[in-house]
């Protein structure tokens, strides 16, 4: 039997859009990348790149576990001395919901040169509404 492996010109790529809604922040970021990666394709290759595009709406409504709201801190270093800035998810969830979710995603992705055109599949929103209707996303059942 033959191997067959999968590379550029033969993924069909599809759109599925999620609701962020009451879940969980780790676990729904794993199922993202695992989306973004293609890893629920039945022809998954590691090294290519055959993933979807992802749609993730409600990200302000994002839930985490225990105390994480305040305690969980993001660390930001300006390149000068004394440059370190710290916020946490409660920061973030008032002015930048979007980058909870992508920090978290980007973090369970493979540390490689697709990770950034895996990043650029992911569309994340604050509210509700996104722009993508055009492209008929398909809601991604977990």
Do not use: C
């Not at 999620?18 to 199922?31: F, H, P, S, W």
Request: without cysteine; positive net charge.
């Amino acid at each position: 039997m033959k191997t067959t492996l999968a590379n550029k010109e033969s993924v069909t790529r599809e759109w599925f859009v999620v609701d962020a809604a009451d879940q969980v922040l780790g676990r729904l970021a794993v199922r993202i990348a695992n989306v973004l990666r293609g890893r629920h394709k039945p022809v998954y290759t590691p090294h290519a790149d055959n993933g979807d595009f992802v749609i993730v709406i409600n990200a302000d409504k994002i839930r985490v576990t225990g105390k994480k709201e305040e305690d969980k801190q993001y660390m930001f270093y300006s390149g000068w001395q004394s440059g370190v800035r710290y916020r946490n998810v409660a920061d973030f969830r008032a002015s930048r919901p979007e980058f909870i979710i992508q920090h978290a995603v980007k973090g369970m992705l493979p540390k490689n040169k697709l990770t950034a055109k895996m990043m650029k599949r992911l569309k994340v929103y604050a509210g509700a509404e996104h722009e993508h209707t055009a492209q008929e996303p398909k809601p991604f059942s977990f």
